[in-house]
């Protein structure tokens, strides 16, 4: 079944189920028998099982019906609990708001608001007094959690202040934040019980645990998880004369009634505003502390809201923008593995292409053949892939139910895929699994070659993973590829031809693929000479062999290299690949010994002293520097006029340079902070003149975070130190922190 077929199995199922549904409670529609009831109940739970994607948050699924539903009473809603339609493009959503406005012959304000993916409630106020709390079922009926609900801290059993109306229904969305989410499912699997698909699958059955039967551990545990759901008030059910003309005036009256109203709503004036809400949220879906999948956009008059009425199913004055969804399911077609460049060999999922976050994603990384058996997945499983926001995709696991039979293990290779070498762990108890060429394996040196030119390090453009891979590829007999990161200096115009390479993902490591699955090659440095060419291309070079000219990018990479010998010293330290060796202790080594060949003669004594640098890389480089051909490289890259030395510096232990904007400040950065790498981060703060740190201390001055960001951002609040996000960070690294304190405070 593909997705859309499953979709489409969905809205059928759940149309049975509802029109059943509304026939049992007395509209003139059949009546059915319980066994079919059932099976369209199971089915459904089956489908979204497999296909979680296709679960809305109206599913009867997760009401009145589902397994354990009969144990709740019902509770017939007061004014009936709408859904929304949705609209998944601006185009969409664009012609939405203009038929509103056609409709209502005028401009209109909209109010725009987060689509929590969480579970709908509605709070029965008598007199200010919670009387009875109801999930919304099929519109209609709910279940009575009154008694649960008593164990959200949100949600008052009395309304604050004076004057609440003798009815009203208060409705919202009951959810989890990430982080409770996180710990629910990390303390299920630390009992062997099931986890939850979602935050939405984890609220729904949170709130929908029964008392009865639990011993009093069981009740503790309940009440705790009942304890951390949260509410946002999204609406008002049955209220005959709302004291107010708009949703935000809503919003801000029960606010003052006690009741959890968003942070991030916003009323606008128009319909392109109300389209850059959505922009904005795409992009920072990650940055709210709960999930949500999509925005909700609502007229904001009242007045309008009764004008521009509802259809049986949803109201004509709002509507959810769904972004796309997060969780897919895709078929596993390979698991392949890759060696990186220091010869880790990693197995990669290899997947049909699937649409996931907005992006289409074909390979995931496995880490290692035990993660590989720990997340049981067989070559040709349908798996659920998972990718939020930017951040890397994973595989989550697989759908045992829609094995056929054909699916096999993956067995982890014993030898090298690309040089034959015996793969083994590093060190006994290691799991990985390493090859132990390192000098000559292909895959090794195409990746230090690439690492050598990458920004972190001599940041050669050009010298990406395309052109490493051209380099080190052999292609014609009479021109040796680069079999060593050594002879980088050394090439010329002849070694630039007649090369076609096979592209690949710089994060996965595997042949990138076109979009009609082939395999995507290029030739960045090849130019065979037409009959009708000049005799060289315009800005290209005659390399004096007849038949070939070195294109204009040929040209441009060998003057970077040529230019990338004189960089600063702590680049090539950077450019080596020596373990633990970043840009942070590189700097420190470069400052302190100002040669390479002063921090190869130092004693490892005399580097773990170095600040920053410290015990582990001081064996490190002593381990490096004792292996022969690495200090061929060095020797080479020398020879062949390299500068690795910094020029006019004193000798070991001088003073060290200073006098930046960050002179002084300790900086620590975690999480993605948009704009930058973890290394250029890094640099950024040092070539401010601060200290960047790994770790968060009472002595940091500020901790930059971004999206991911997680112990490091615990702890700088634990200890109050300042946090800053990434438009602060490039503020700070730029003109220092009292630009920062410029800003009032809550800007950025
Ligand atoms: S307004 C009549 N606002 O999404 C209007 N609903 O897919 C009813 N939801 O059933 C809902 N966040 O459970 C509204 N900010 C929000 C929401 C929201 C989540 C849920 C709600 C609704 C479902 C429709």
């Known amino acids: 079944m593909t997705p859309e077929e499953a979709h489409s199995e969905a809205t059928r199922l759940t149309d049975l189920i509802v029109s059943a549904r509304d026939a049992y409670y007395g509209d003139d529609a059949e009546v059915v028998d319980d066994a079919t009831y059932d099976g369209w109940m199971r089915a459904l739970e089956d489908l979204e099982r497999l296909y979680p994607e296709v679960q809305g948050q109206d599913s009867p699924t997760l009401t009145v019906g589902a397994a354990q539903s009969s144990l709740f009473a019902p509770v017939e809603h007061a004014e009936r609990m709408l859904s929304l339609d949705n609209v998944f493009s601006e185009e969409e959503f664009l012609a939405w ?197 999509g925005i909700v956009v609502k007229v904001d008059d009242l007045a309008l809201h009764d004008e521009l009425g509802a259809t049986s199913r ?9 972004y796309p969804p997060e969780q897919v399911n895709t078929k596993l077609e390979d698991i392949v593995v890759s060696v990186g460049r220091t010869g880790r060999a990693t197995p990669f999922a290899v997947m049909a292409p699937a649409r996931v976050a907005g992006s289409v994603v074909r390979q995931a990384t496995l880490h290692n053949q035990e993660v590989v058996k720990a997340k049981g997945v067989l070559i040709g499983d349908t798996v659920v892939l998972r990718k939020a926001g930017d951040v890397i995709p994973e595989v989550l696991g697989p759908v045992v139910e829609l094995r ?42 195409r990746g230090r070659v690439e690492h050598a030119g990458s920004r972190g390090a001599l940041d050669i453009e050009g010298l990406g993973e395309v052109s490493a891979a051209a380099l080190t590829q052999p292609v014609r007999p009479e021109v040796p590829p680069l079999t060593s990161e050594a002879g980088l200096f050394d090439l010329t115009p002849a070694d630039l031809f007649g090369i076609d390479v096979v592209v690949r993902d710089a994060e996965t490591g595997l042949p990138r693929l076109l979009d009609d699955g082939s395999p995507d090659t290029r030739s960045p440095f090849r130019r065979q000479r037409k009959k009708t060419d000049p005799p060289y291309e315009s800005g290209g070079e005659f390399d004096g062999d007849a038949t070939h000219i070195v294109s204009k990018a040929a040209t441009e990479l060998l003057r970077n290299i040529e230019e990338a010998k004189t960089r600063e ?26 040669s390479i060949d002063a921090i190869r003669s130092a004693s490892r004594e005399e580097l773990a002293a170095v600040e920053g640098v ?31 030395s910094t020029p006019g510096h004193p000798g070991p232990g001088a003073a060290v340079v200073s006098g930046g904007v960050l002179d002084g400040v300790t900086v620590v950065a975690t999480g993605t902070l948009e704009g930058y790498t973890r290394e250029g981060a890094q640099e950024a703060i040092l070539r401010a003149g601060g200290k960047a740190a790994s770790s968060v201390s009472k002595k940091t001055d500020f901790v930059a975070a971004g999206p991911g960001a997680r112990s490091k951002l615990a702890k700088a609040e634990s200890l ?7 438009n602060q960070f490039k503020l700070l690294v730029e003109q220092g922190p009292e630009a920062l304190e410029a800003l009032a405070p809550d800007a950025g």
């Open 314 to 322: 949803a109201p004509r004055w709002a509507i959810a923008y769904k």
């Open 569 to 594: 010293l702590w680049r090539f330290l950077v450019a080596l690949g020596i373990r633990h060796v970043g840009p942070v202790a590189a700097r420190e080594l470069a400052q302190w010994f100002g």
């Open 614 to 644: 410290g015990g582990i890389i001081a064996d490190s480089l002593i381990d490096w520097f004792e292996v022969d051909w690495h200090r061929e490289i060095v020797e080479r890259w020398a020879g062949s006029g390299a500068q690795l």
């Open 97 to 293: 708001a203009a038929k509103v406005e056609r409709d209502a012959g005028a401009s209109v304000r909209y109010l725009c608001e987060l689509k929590i993916d969480g579970l709908a409630l509605s709070l029965r106020y008598e007199r200010g007094v919670l009387t009875s709390a109801a999930t919304r079922g099929d519109g209609r009926v709910g279940e009575d959690v009154t008694e649960n609900v008593r164990y959200i801290p949100g949600i008052p059993a009395r309304l604050a202040g004076t004057g609440h109306p003798d009815i009203v229904e208060v409705r919202g969305e009951v959810f989890f934040t990430v982080a409770d989410f996180e710990a629910l499912n990390a303390y299920q699997q630390s009992n062997g019980d099931r986890l939850f698909a979602n935050p939405r699958n984890a609220a729904s059955g949170s709130l929908r645990q029964k008392a009865e039967g639990k011993n009093e551990r069981q009740l503790s545990a309940m009440r705790e998880r009942l304890g951390r759901l949260r509410l946002t008030v999204h609406g008002i059910g049955a209220w005959s004369t709302p004291p107010v003309g708009s949703q935000s005036e809503v919003y801000e009256l029960v606010a003052t009634w006690g009741l959890p109203v968003s942070a991030h709503y916003r009323v606008v004036d128009s319909a392109r505003e109300a389209a850059d809400f959505i922009d904005y949220y795409g992009e920072h879906r990650h940055d709210v502390e709960h999930e949500i999948d």
């Open 404 to 445: 056929d039979g054909s699916e096999r293990p993956f067995v982890m290779p014993t030898q090298c895929p690309e040089c034959g070498a015996t793969l083994a762990p590093a060190k006994e108890g290691d799991i990985d699994l390493r090859c132990p060429n390192a000098r000559t394996c292909p895959a090794q040196v």
């Open 720 to 726: 109050g130190v300042r946090i800053i996000d990434a």
